[in-house]
């Protein structure tokens, strides 16, 4: 069985290595532009490097982001001012996760690692690989490792409190999954279903399916959800890796709609908008309450997009060139381009405050504040 697993997982983590081959098409040329919204580099920081799916916490008094060495970094948003600063010491395949008060971060070494406020609280070996950031919430700390076996903690002293394990899928997805707090409950993405947990005892509450697997083999048949998830008042909404986009009523545990989409980043929205980027690049807008299509936009395939960010007027999403494009929430043109470090932007951009933080592959902390 442990060998199954092992081939599973190998099989998940080469199918997203072909996806960033030389074989495919390249990116497309960005269009001459002519800024129509004004926004600033207000300051910026820097990291080892970032080679693992980052999240970085943002929270209206602080930004907490980790480099590939184990550095995990709190930043005040208004000045990038170092709050604290500490060390794993050894690399990290996961973070970051915070409440504020703990920061919690996953080694390779499948340590999980809790701080508070700069000071290593404790730590715990996994008995398996995480690529999901923590949860920290309650003073609990929840794990979703890469066989999507969930697992809680003390966040005070480590102790473990409870472990869920529903029988495995045939495959898993070697990136972020679903892990986040709604109301009483912890959300988790169980193959293509969104599973809502007690998180005080780890017990089943109810279990909504965003979209069918279909295909003729355990690959084509892949469709966990990515995270992070969108959460707008009692609405969750996720993608289900190249399938389909979906919301649920988290309230009900009922799925209020579902469409075909084969993409394998993260969405953003709000109460109007959901937006997401398929395989291609193309980014689409459907309206939240019903998941009826309000715009297309074309003009950055195979740009390999990062999570997008919806913030009042416009929209935000990176590039593999370190381009962040800040498009109009009416109809998707491009109405600002700022230039970071020239890798890869990672996970999705994040706002506290009046603050855009972007991180890129080679450990750049950009600040943005558009006007």
């Avoid at 193309?282 to 297309?296: C, E, F, M, N, Q």
Wanted: glycine content about 12%; proline content about 6%.
């Amino acid at each position: 069985m442990k060998a199954l697993k092992r081939l599973a997982l190998a099989a998940a983590v080469l199918w997203v290595a072909a996806c960033s081959s030389t074989d495919k098409p390249k990116p497309t040329a960005l269009e001459t532009l002519s800024p129509s919204i004004a926004g600033s580099l207000v300051w910026q920081a820097r990291l080892e490097g970032i080679g693992f799916p980052l999240a970085v916490a943002a929270r209206p008094d602080q930004f907490v982001a980790a480099g590939n060495d184990g550095t995990v970094l709190a930043l005040d948003p208004g000045t990038g001012r170092e709050l604290w600063r500490a060390s794993t010491g050894g690399p990290l395949s996961a973070g970051v996760g915070s409440d504020g008060r703990y920061a919690s971060v996953v080694t390779r070494g499948n340590e999980l690692v809790v701080f508070e406020a700069g000071q290593e609280r404790w730590r715990k070996r996994l008995p398996a690989r995480v690529l999901t950031a923590p949860l920290v919430a309650g003073e609990r700390v929840f794990v979703l490792r890469v066989d999507r076996v969930v697992q809680a903690f003390d966040a005070v002293d480590g102790r473990a409190l409870w472990t869920y394990q529903r029988p495995g899928e045939p495959l898993t997805l070697a990136q972020a999954g679903v892990l986040a707090p709604y109301r009483n409950l912890l959300l988790v993405g169980q193959g293509p279903r969104l599973v809502a947990l007690d998180p005080l005892r780890g017990t089943l509450r109810w279990e909504s399916a965003v979209a069918t697997p279909r295909g003729t083999n355990e690959v084509e048949r892949l469709a966990e959800l990515v995270g992070p998830p969108t959460r707008i008042g009692d609405t969750v909404c996720a993608r289900a890796f190249q399938a389909a986009v979906g919301c649920v009523d988290a309230s009900r545990g009922v799925l209020n709609w579902s469409r075909p989409n084969a993409g394998a980043s993260a969405l953003g929205g709000d109460a109007e908008l959901l937006i997401g980027a398929d395989a291609t690049g193309r980014l689409t807008a459907w309206r939240t309450p019903g998941g009826d299509v309000a715009w297309t936009n074309d003009k950055l395939l195979y740009r390999d997009l990062s999570g997008p960010l919806l913030a009042g007027s416009v929209l935000v999403v990176g590039d593999l060139e370190g381009q962040v494009h800040f498009l109009s929430r009416v109809d998707g043109r491009t109405q600002l381009r700022l230039a970071t470090d020239g890798t890869p932007v990672v996970g999705s951009p994040v706002l506290a405050g009046t603050t855009l933080l972007v991180a890129t592959r080679g450990g750049g902390l950009f600040a943005f504040r558009p006007q």
